[in-house]
């Protein structure tokens, strides 16, 4: 595999990891200043569902990048391979 694919959503990725870095720092000054168990737990899950979605970006750009160059470009073995994997990563990420 060449590798040589642009992932056509890192971009946006890298700007919602900076905004999801911004989140945490917030939340943990939140936590130094003694707020809520509630406001923690909902700004939290807000976190949770930010990540979500910069990981789909990931997983989109991997479907229709990594794996379709893949797909064209190796072998039978390489292709199992790359399944097995991508199997591994949507479990550990759902």
């Known amino acids: 595999m060449?590798?040589?694919h642009k992932h056509k959503?890192?971009?946006d990725v890298?700007?919602?990891?900076s905004r999801i870095e911004g989140h945490v720092r917030g939340v943990k000054l939140m936590a130094a200043q003694g707020k809520s168990c509630e406001e923690l737990l909902l700004q939290i899950s807000a976190i949770r569902g930010a990540l979500d979605?910069?990981?789909k970006l990931i997983l989109d750009d991997h479907l229709e990048g990594c794996l379709i160059d893949i797909i064209k470009e190796s072998d039978e073995s390489d292709?199992?391979?790359a399944l097995v994997k991508l199997k591994e990563a949507i479990h550990?990420?759902?």
Do not use: P, Q, V
């Not at 890298?14 to 990891?17: C, P, Q, S, T, V």
């Open 14 to 17: 890298i700007k919602r990891l």
């Open 79 to 81: 292709r199992t391979d």
């Open 2 to 4: 060449s590798g040589t």
């Open 9 to 11: 959503n890192i971009e």
């Open 92 to 94: 550990r990420f759902i």
């Open 53 to 55: 979605k910069a990981g």
